[in-house]
C-alpha cells in the first residue's frame, strides 16, 4: 500500500520569505513523488516530480523539492514566496514498481498555503 | 492546446436524476481517471481506465459507473445521485512522463 502525508493544513509566511510545504510518504518499493498546485476555482496543475537522480528538483514558478530517503519526505521549497503563491498544494506518491491499483498516484489531503502581503 | 475537458463546470440536481459528467481528452493519453475532491479529505480516486474497454475501481466507487468506448472519452455516470455525492470532481488524463493532466473540475450539488 502507499499513502501520503501533509502534516500542515495551512502554511503561513510573509512575502519575500523562504517557504517549505511538508510531505512524507510511505510505498513499498522506491517512489514516483509529484507535487500539484492547485489555484481557486481550477483544477490542479503538476508542479514537479522526483523519478531517479538528482535529490533536489526544480520545476514550475521557482519552486523545488528535495527527496530524502531516510526520512521519507519530500518536502516542497521557494526562497522567496510570492502573494500569488498563495494555493492549495498536493503531494501524491506512486510505487515505482507498481500496477494495476498502485499504477496510479495516491494524494495527499492538501496544504494550503498563504502568503501575507 | 492540450486539455482536459468537462461538461457540466457547474451542475445543481436532486436526489436519484440520472446525470452524466461529460470527460474528454485531446492527448491521446491511454489512462484517464475521476476523482471527487472534498475539504478535509484531499482527492479520492473514484475510477480509472487504462485503456479503451478497461476500467476499474479506485478508492471510492460506490454510486458511479464509468465507460471507456473510445480514447478520448471517460464519462462519469451517477445513475442515482444522493446528497453524499455532492462533490467536486476532477478528471485527469496521465502524460507519458507520468504527471496528470487535470480538467477544471464538475461542481456537483445533489439536493
Known amino acids: 500500500a502507499q499513502s501520503v502525508a501533509q502534516p500542515e493544513d495551512q502554511v503561513n509566511v510573509a512575502e519575500g520569505n523562504p517557504l517549505t510545504v511538508k510531505c512524507t510518504y510511505s510505498v513499498s518499493g522506491n ?60 503531494c501524491a506518491v506512486r510505487d515505482m514498481r507498481g500496477s494495476g491499483g498502485s499504477y496510479i498516484p495516491t494524494f495527499g489531503r492538501g496544504t494550503s498555503l498563504i502568503v501575507h502581503p | 492546446e492540450a486539455q482536459v475537458t468537462q461538461n457540466p463546470r457547474y451542475l445543481i440536481t436532486v436526489t436519484g436524476k440520472k446525470l452524466t459528467v461529460t470527460c474528454s481528452q485531446n492527448m491521446n493519453h491511454e489512462y484517464m481517471s ?45 445513475e442515482s445521485p444522493s446528497p453524499n455525492q455532492t462533490s467536486l470532481y476532477f478528471c485527469a488524463s496521465r502524460v507519458n512522463t507520468g504527471e496528470l493532466f487535470f480538467g477544471e473540475g464538475s461542481r456537483l450539488t445533489v439536493l
Open chain 1, 31 to 90: 517512489p514516483y513523488l509529484f507535487w500539484y498546485v492547485q489555484y481557486p476555482n481550477r483544477g490542479l496543475q503538476f508542479l514537479l516530480k522526483y523519478i531517479t537522480g538528482d535529490n533536489l528538483v526544480k520545476g514550475s514558478y521557482g519552486f523545488e523539492a528535495e527527496f530524502n530517503k531516510s526520512q521519507t519526505s519530500f518536502h516542497l521549497k521557494k526562497p522567496s514566496a510570492l502573494v500569488s503563491d498563495s494555493a492549495l498544494y498536493f
Open chain 2, 34 to 78: 475521476w476523482y471527487r475532491q472534498d475539504p478535509g479529505l484531499g482527492l479520492r480516486q473514484i475510477y480509472y481506465s487504462m485503456n479503451v474497454e478497461v476500467t476499474d475501481k479506485g478508492d471510492v466507487p460506490e454510486g458511479y459507473k464509468v465507460s471507456r468506448k473510445e480514447k478520448r472519452n471517460f464519462p462519469l455516470i451517477l
